[in-house]
């Protein structure tokens, strides 16, 4: 079994930047053997893909968020970060990470195998 726990989240204003961590336990070196994905999921709306990293580090990106957002990981750390820069308010949403056992980089929520509770951004106008 593989625990994610996801940290930083908040509220911002417009043209703001935060950064969103998940800290991945219950195997050794979890982020390193895991293609890790972000995903977030908006009030009334499903749950959509934002970005994710291969162990290879092969990067995929939602076009909405491609440019503005940056995923990485520390591997020492069992560590995958989410850094947010230029937030809209149609970024507010929960913020979820995902571990899939696979080695390409994947957008589709069901091909992951573990999932975080997730955390709240908030981005005002």
């Known amino acids: 079994q593989v625990q994610l726990v996801e940290s930083g989240g908040g509220s911002v204003q417009a043209g703001g930047s935060l950064r969103v961590s998940c800290a991945a336990s219950g195997r050794t070196s979890t982020s390193s053997t895991y293609t890790m994905g972000w995903f977030c999921q908006a009030p009334g709306k499903e749950r959509s893909f934002v970005a994710a990293?291969?162990?290879?580090?092969?990067?995929l990106y939602s076009d909405s968020v491609k440019g503005r957002f940056t995923v990485s990981r520390d591997n020492n750390k069992n560590t995958v970060y989410l850094q947010m820069n230029s937030l809209k308010p149609e970024d507010t949403a929960i913020y979820y990470c995902?571990?899939?056992?696979?080695?390409?980089?994947?957008?589709?929520?069901?091909?992951?195998?573990?999932w975080g509770q997730g955390t709240q951004v908030t981005v005002s106008s």
């Open positions: 995902a571990a899939a056992s696979r080695f390409t980089v994947v957008s589709m929520s069901t091909m992951y195998d573990y």
């Open positions: 990293e291969s162990r290879s580090g092969a990067t």
